[in-house]
């Protein structure tokens, strides 16, 4: 129905769902619109993380993890499923991370078959750079929205975040593949 960076027209979704009973064609539209919004976030964030810090997001993701945690034996395990991605991209994000002197693996203190991850002194100070530069960028996103609007959006984006349930648990109406 949609490509986040290809959206149809309001009047093009309307056109495709007008026999659908029950389908709300400005719901579909606010979806698919807050989907393009979050993609192209994303996308800009990646970009000045790449171009300003030389850091793709994926490591930014565990950094940020791994400085929130810092006083945790955090696992790679852990880290997988804090980020939302698998242990074998953590894998491969870490290995960079550890090239780059910024992580270290250690033995977890409670079972030493295990790996624990920690911010190396480069790592920290790397965060303790990054923080204050990114921040104001970041920030700016929502700039244009006055603090009442800002909080009105966090509250409409919780709505919208309880509806993401419909979209995880499989459909009586589904199309098999």
């Known amino acids: 129905m949609f490509c986040p960076r290809d959206l ?3 009047a093009e979704i309307r056109e495709l769902t007008k026999d659908i009973v029950g389908v709300e ?4 539209f606010t979806a698919m619109r807050t989907f393009e919004v979050a993609d192209a976030l994303e996308g800009a964030v990646e970009s000045n993380l790449r171009h300003q810090f030389g850091l793709s997001i994926g490591r930014f ?6 400085h929130r945690y810092s006083e945790s034996e955090l696992t790679p395990s852990d880290l997988a499923q ?27 203190s409670n079972d030493r078959r295990r790996v624990a991850l920690q911010l190396t002194a480069a790592g920290k ?9 990114f921040a104001p ?20 984006l919780d709505k919208i975040q309880l509806g993401l349930e419909t979209l995880r648990a499989p459909g009586k109406d589904a199309v098999p593949a």
């Open 25 to 28: 064609p400005t719901a579909i």
């Open 61 to 66: 993701y565990l950094l940020m993890i791994l």
């Open 8 to 10: 149809p027209s309001f």
């Open 125 to 133: 100070a790397f965060i303790a750079r990054l923080i204050p530069a």
């Open 137 to 156: 960028r970041l920030s700016a996103v929502a700039s244009g929205l006055s603090e009442s609007e800002r909080r009105q959006f966090l509250r409409l």
């Open 82 to 108: 804090r980020a939302g991605v698998t242990r074998a991209t953590v894998t491969g994000l870490l290995d960079g991370l550890e090239d780059n002197g910024m992580v270290e693996r250690q033995a977890h």
